[in-house]
C-alpha cells in the first residue's frame, strides 16, 4: 500500500505553518483540502419560525466558531441588542477567544472548557444552573450534547442557526486520492451521495472524533486511522504516525 495523495475534508489552512504542510515535505505526499460540507444560513424567517427568543437567555453555548458567527449575524438581522451580562460559555478557550470578533472580551463573562470536549465545558456550565441557556447549533447537532445537559438538569433551550449540506463534487473532478480524511459524520453522508457507488478497496480512511468513527462504520468502510487517542490527540499526529506504520510495512516487504 502506497499513499501519495491524501484529501482532508476542511478548508485549507490559513497559516503557512500547519502541521499538514510538514507532513507533506517530511513524507513526500501530496495533501490536497477540499471540505465535503459546507455551511449555509439559517435566514431570520426560518430562525423566527422556531420560536425560539434569544432576550430571553442569559447565557449563551458555543461548540463552534461557525455558531458564534451566526448568532451574531442573526442578532443583527433580527435587531437585538444584546446585553452586556449576557454570559459565553464555549467549548475551548480556542473558540471562546474568537469572540472578540465580535465583544470586548475582557468586559464580558466568558467561560470555556480545558479539554475541548463538551464534558469539560459542562462543569462551568454547572455552576450557573441559575442561567437560561441557549445552545447554538446546526441542524444535525450532537445529541449526546444535549442529553448531558438534560441529565444535568441545565434549564436549555436549542437555536439552530446555521445547517450543513453536502459540497458537492463537479462532474470533471477528479477523485483519484490514496487517503481519505473526515471531521464529521456529514462528510461520510457526503461521500455516499456524491459517489454511491464508492469502493474502498486500498484507500485508506481517517477520521475526527468517536461519531464520525461510528458513521464510517455504519456506511460498511474500514477505518484506518483515529483520533485522538490516548497516543495522538490531533489529526495531524494520528495521520503521520500512520504514514510511519505504512512505511515500515513497505520496507518489510521490499526484504522479504
Aim: glycine content about 4%.
Amino acid at each position: 500500500m502506497k499513499i501519495k495523495k491524501i484529501l482532508v475534508s476542511q478548508p485549507k489552512p490559513a497559516s503557512e505553518k500547519s502541521p499538514y504542510y510538514d507532513i507533506e515535505k517530511k513524507y513526500g505526499v501530496n495533501i490536497e483540502f477540499r471540505p465535503f460540507i459546507k455551511v449555509d444560513p439559517v435566514s431570520s424567517k426560518e430562525f423566527r419560525a422556531q420560536k425560539v427568543n434569544i432576550l430571553d437567555h442569559t447565557a449563551i453555548i458555543f461548540t463552534a466558531k461557525t455558531g458564534i458567527d451566526h448568532f451574531f449575524r442573526l442578532c443583527k438581522e433580527l435587531r437585538i441588542e444584546i446585553p452586556d451580562s449576557l454570559k459565553y460559555f464555549c467549548i475551548s478557550e480556542k473558540v471562546s477567544l474568537y469572540l472578540q470578533h465580535y465583544v470586548q472580551y475582557r468586559k464580558r463573562k466568558v467561560f470555556f472548557g480545558t479539554t475541548g470536549k463538551f464534558p469539560s465545558l459542562l462543569e462551568h456550565i454547572d455552576k450557573h444552573k441559575e442561567e437560561k441557556f441557549l445552545l447554538v447549533c446546526t441542524d444535525v447537532h450532537n445529541e449526546e450534547n444535549t442529553r448531558l445537559l438534560d441529565e444535568h438538569g441545565v434549564n436549555f433551550k436549542m437555536g439552530v442557526m446555521y445547517r450543513t449540506v453536502s459540497n458537492d463534487f463537479r462532474p470533471d473532478e477528479k477523485f483519484d486520492y490514496d487517503m481519505l480524511v473526515f471531521f464529521s459524520p456529514n462528510g461520510i453522508a457526503s461521500l455516499q451521495k456524491n459517489f454511491p457507488n464508492f469502493e474502498q478497496g486500498d484507500i485508506s480512511i481517517a477520521c475526527f472524533g468517536a461519531n464520525t468513527a461510528k458513521a464510517v462504520s455504519e456506511a460498511g468502510l474500514r477505518l484506518d486511522c483515529e483520533a485522538p487517542t490516548q497516543q495522538y490527540s490531533s489529526m495531524s499526529a494520528a495521520i503521520e504516525g500512520y504514514l510511519k506504520e505504512v512505511l515500515k510495512k513497505e520496507k518489510v516487504a521490499k526484504k522479504k
